[in-house]
């Protein structure tokens, strides 16, 4: 399968430059923009016989400083789906990669760990050559915020002309996306009840570009669309007007979302324990900078320390035991108001914590710092807590720990152990409350 046209001998002929503009909404030859899309279908003659599925994923893909990211995403789309959910995808990423070197990298990481995707079809592969974009000086010419908008529309441009022909559908997504389960079913059954109302896209995130779709019939004229305005606007707000274009007035978000973007980690050389780095909502949790620590099951797909994160990620593991547990030690004791504690599936609530409690830990000791006091702040009902602290209780807390209260078969997601802060510190209840549990433990 040739999975990077650009690379080897046998590639398609250069595709032609972009349509050149000379004011916002007017281009020199029309005829350009149809033999640029129809170049994309040179590259996919070798599977233009292949069955349509019901619906393309399509996701374009540029370095980032996580070089795991799309793995990440790809075994997020695969794992949320069942294997009969998975006939009705197709998976196409465009790697939109400048260096070549860094690309084939790319494509051998991926058709290691992906092999049998990308000999069933279910997973295709595609690149656009340089020829295929402007200049960079005539992107920064017309670009009113540098580059970088200009090459993702192109980018997205090109892979939308070569997803025309591969579905009915076609799923919009970003290489940093974590997917619900079963997110192909509950699609499908929202394409069903829309059935008698016309539409042009239907949102199932509402961030950025994530999570749109579309009828694939529509894609030439999107693809056009966004190769006459690349310089304009960002993709995120090209799309919205695309819409309006084609008389669907106002947007169409579809709830639950499905989608949500993952967050980039400066992680230790500890699989178990990592930093994250984020923006705090000033609205939700806090989260004070902390180690994370398990003793159950850690694969290299869903790490314990995602639980811990301020956006969608979350630790996957299978088959605990009774005593288990996922503990955050904070860098520094810490005074908090309310500890929320989620696990199972968004959508079904699958995979919770079916007995589970939650304990909060203060006077830590030792070179790898653990807490040698525990009091028992709630226990789970179907899979989540969401409990106020009282106050002297939650004075200087310096570990927040998980505990396992039974066997439990199957796989276990941990979604999220958010941490509210208490905005003062009343020193003597402090005091007090640590005298009382010395004594207790004396």
Not at 46 to 61: A, E, F, M, P
Not at 136 to 154: L, T, V
Not at 181 to 190: E, L
Not at 413 to 426: A, C, P, V
């Amino acid at each position: 399968m040739n999975l990077d046209p650009s690379v080897h001998k046998e590639a398609a002929p250069p595709i032609p430059i972009f349509v050149k503009e000379d004011i916002y909404g007017k281009r020199k030859d029309p005829r350009l923009l149809e033999a640029w899309q129809n170049h994309t279908f040179q590259y996919i003659k070798t599977i233009q016989q292949r069955r349509k599925t019901w619906l393309t994923v399509g996701i374009s893909s540029v370095p980032r400083p996580d070089q795991s990211s799309l793995v990440y995403t790809l075994v997020s789309l695969f794992r949320a789906s069942s294997k009969v959910e998975q006939k009705r995808f197709t998976v196409l990423v465009h790697l939109a990669h400048s260096d070549l070197s860094q690309l084939r990298e790319t494509i051998a990481h991926i058709s290691t760990l992906f092999s049998p995707q990308i000999l069933a079809g279910q997973l295709l592969l595609i690149h656009a050559p340089s020829d295929a974009y402007p200049t960079m000086d005539a992107m920064r010419k017309g670009a009113h915020h540098g580059e970088f908008y200009s090459k993702q529309n192109i980018d997205h441009a090109f892979l939308m002309s070569f997803a025309t022909r591969l579905s009915e559908y076609f799923l919009l997504l970003e290489d940093n996306v974590l997917c619900a389960s079963s997110f192909i079913t509950h699609i499908h059954q929202k394409v069903d009840t829309m059935s008698s109302n016309p539409w042009v896209l239907l949102e199932f995130s509402n961030m950025g570009f994530l999570g749109k779709l579309f009828h694939s019939r529509d894609l030439p004229l999107l693809a056009h669309f966004l190769l006459l305005f690349y310089k304009e606007k960002p993709l995120d707000r090209l799309i919205p007007h695309f819409r309006t274009l084609l008389a669907q007035k106002n947007p169409i978000l579809c709830r639950p979302f499905f989608f949500y973007h993952r967050v980039f980690y400066y992680s230790s050389n500890d699989s178990q324990k990592a930093m994250p780095v984020w923006k705090k909502n000033p609205y939700g949790p806090d989260n004070p900078p902390a180690a994370i620590f398990t003793d159950m099951k850690v694969f290299d797909v869903h790490f314990p320390w995602e639980a811990y994160a301020l956006d969608e990620s979350f630790f996957w593991t299978h088959n605990v035991s009774a005593g288990n547990h996922l503990t955050v030690i904070l860098n520094h004791p810490a005074n908090l108001s309310r500890v929320q504690v989620l696990t199972g599936t968004i959508v079904d609530g699958k995979h919770a914590l079916e007995k589970g409690q939650v304990e909060l830990g203060y006077d830590p000791e030792g070179m790898t710092p653990h807490c040698t006091s525990f009091v028992l702040l709630g226990h789970l009902l179907e899979g989540q807590m969401n409990q106020e602290i009282f106050k002297s209780m939650g004075y200087d807390v310096s570990c927040v720990r998980l505990v396992v209260k039974a066997n439990q078969v199957g796989g276990l997601i941990i979604r999220h152990i958010y941490l509210w802060e208490e905005n003062s510190k009343d020193m003597e209840a402090a005091q007090s409350w640590r005298k009382i549990t010395k004594d207790v433990k004396n």
